[in-house]
């Protein structure tokens, strides 16, 4: 195996065109070397982002911008995510243990894209979107068409992400993050979900947005869900409705961790505990 470190974006991406497949990017490497071991994958050629100027860091006008550098534990204990999209700060808090959360980044956690990444489902809900830099120049993928299937993503094998940006919320929006698995931290989420509520003053739903993640080949959206609550007041009926929509609309699996039958069972209690997070934190005004 041979290892390059590149300095500068355009040298980064001047390597995987040189390389291509055989190429893979190395930022933390708490995913990529355990799948390296495990013969998951075969990279012939470890390209290190980890020295890039303008990769790492949090910055806020408006909108959030994460570089893809940034630590979990960095976005866990950041003020500015914290108070704009506490969700997110939650799923970095779960990612394994504080070693993994020092060193593992954003931008490897959903690159990877496995179909339980914590960060996944929050950025979701908050609208993310993904910079993609390459050779052709730089592009913005919408975080609804970035995950694309199991350790899939839209970037091109000789693109970069650059960056991640939340958009601005509108007042009196909340957000949460519950993950179910065998302990709260150090443990590959059975089941991740993230709801995002924009409330109006008399407390009707003007913005939802729920997204999950292991429960699928891929982090998703739950439209069908969304679209039961947009409007209502949050009433039970409602709430056990959107339940029952979400349970349909994920395909979860059989494996190690659980069974397809307790993750979808799992499921509505998990929603509607998140949504009364998210409502809660609406109408004190944080995230």
Same mark, same amino acid.
């Given at each position: 195996?041979?290892?390059?470190?590149?300095?500068?974006?355009?040298?980064?991406t001047a390597l995987l065109v040189e390389y291509?497949?055989?190429?893979?990017?190395?930022?933390?490497?708490?995913?990529?070397?355990?799948?390296?071991?495990?013969?998951?994958?075969?990279?012939?050629?470890?390209?290190?982002?980890?020295?890039?100027?303008?990769?790492?860091?949090?910055?806020?006008?408006?909108?959030?911008?994460?570089?893809?550098?940034?630590?979990?534990?960095?976005?866990?204990?950041?003020?500015?995510?914290?108070?704009?999209?506490?969700?997110?700060?939650?799923?970095?808090?779960?990612?394994?243990?504080?070693?993994?959360?020092?060193?593992?980044?954003?931008? &490897?956690?959903?690159?990877?894209?496995?179909?339980?990444?914590?960060?996944?489902?929050?950025?979701?809900?908050?609208?993310?979107?993904?910079?993609?830099?390459g050779p052709r120049g730089t592009r913005t993928?919408?975080?609804?068409?970035?995950?694309?299937?199991?350790?899939?993503?839209?970037?091109?094998?000789?693109?970069?992400?650059?960056?991640?940006?939340?958009?601005?919320?509108?007042?009196?929006?909340?957000?949460?993050?519950?993950?179910?698995?065998?302990?709260?931290?150090?443990?590959?989420?059975?089941?991740?979900?993230?709801?995002?509520?924009?409330?109006?003053?008399?407390?009707?739903?003007?913005?939802?947005?729920?997204?999950?993640?292991?429960?699928?080949?891929?982090?998703?959206?739950?439209?069908?869900?969304?679209?039961?609550?947009?409007?209502?007041?949050?009433?039970?009926?409602?709430?056990?409705?959107? &339940?029952?929509?979400?349970?349909?609309?994920v395909s979860p699996i059989d494996d190690a961790?659980?069974?397809?039958?307790?993750?979808?069972?799992?499921?509505?209690?998990?929603?509607?505990?998140?949504?009364?997070?998210?409502?809660?934190?609406?109408?004190? &005004?944080?995230?």
């Amino acid at each position: 195996m041979e290892f390059t470190s590149a300095a500068s974006v355009e040298e980064a991406t001047a390597l995987l065109v040189e390389y291509g497949t055989a190429a893979q990017i190395l930022a933390g490497g708490t995913d990529l070397m355990l799948q390296q071991a495990r013969g998951e994958i075969s990279a012939a050629v470890l390209i290190h982002i980890g020295r890039i100027p303008g990769l790492v860091g949090i910055t806020g006008n408006g909108s959030v911008r994460i570089g893809p550098l940034t630590t979990h534990r960095s976005l866990a204990r950041s003020r500015l995510v914290l108070t704009t999209a506490p969700a997110l700060a939650e799923a970095a808090a779960t990612v394994g243990g504080w070693q993994t959360q020092a060193v593992g980044t954003i931008g &490897g956690n959903v690159c990877n894209a496995s179909p339980a990444a914590d960060t996944a489902a929050p950025l979701l809900v908050a609208g993310a979107s993904f910079e993609l830099t390459g050779p052709r120049g730089t592009r913005t993928v919408v975080g609804d068409s970035f995950f694309i299937g199991r350790r899939q993503t839209a970037r091109a094998t000789d693109e970069i992400l650059t960056a991640i940006v939340l958009p601005h919320h509108p007042e009196r929006t909340g957000d949460a993050y519950l993950k179910v698995g065998r302990r709260s931290a150090m443990e590959v989420a059975v089941v991740g979900l993230a709801a995002r509520l924009t409330l109006d003053i008399d407390g009707t739903v003007e913005g939802v947005r729920i997204a999950a993640c292991s429960v699928a080949p891929a982090p998703m959206r739950i439209a069908a869900a969304e679209e039961i609550l947009q409007g209502s007041r949050m009433e039970s009926e409602a709430i056990a409705a959107a &339940g029952e929509a979400l349970t349909r609309a994920v395909s979860p699996i059989d494996d190690a961790r659980a069974t397809a039958a307790y993750r979808t069972r799992v499921l509505p209690g998990l929603l509607a505990r998140a949504l009364g997070v998210a409502a809660a934190r609406a109408e004190r &005004g944080v995230g």
